[in-house]
């Protein structure tokens, strides 16, 4: 009985672990990001993509620039791409 009940409240857990708290790997990236658009939405993966993508490349291209992604969950991650796109609607 005891063993149920502990595999219930594991499944229960790890179930409810919300993929936006998620610390943003390199490798891991694609998986998260299929388990952002089941959870989150086809805009908010979208976006996190592009963000994403314009952060390794300019990483890729400049050795001197500071990796923006290393260590920061999707949440946070989802704020600078916002964050980028108002800066660029503000300088239009």
Known sequence: ????L??????????CNN??????????????LVEIRESEGDET??????????????????KDAVNMLGGKTYQELLTQADDL?????AKE
Request: without cysteine; hydrophobic residues 45%.
């Open 1 to 4: 009985m005891k063993k149920l």
């Open 45 to 62: 993966s979208e976006k996190l993509a592009t963000y994403v993508v314009q952060q390794a490349m300019k990483s890729a291209f400049n």
């Open 85 to 89: 796109a108002a800066e660029m609607k």
């Open 19 to 32: 993929p936006m708290s998620k610390v943003y790997t390199e490798d891991g990236f694609m998986l998260d």
């Open 6 to 15: 502990t595999l219930i409240i594991a499944t229960t857990l790890f179930s």
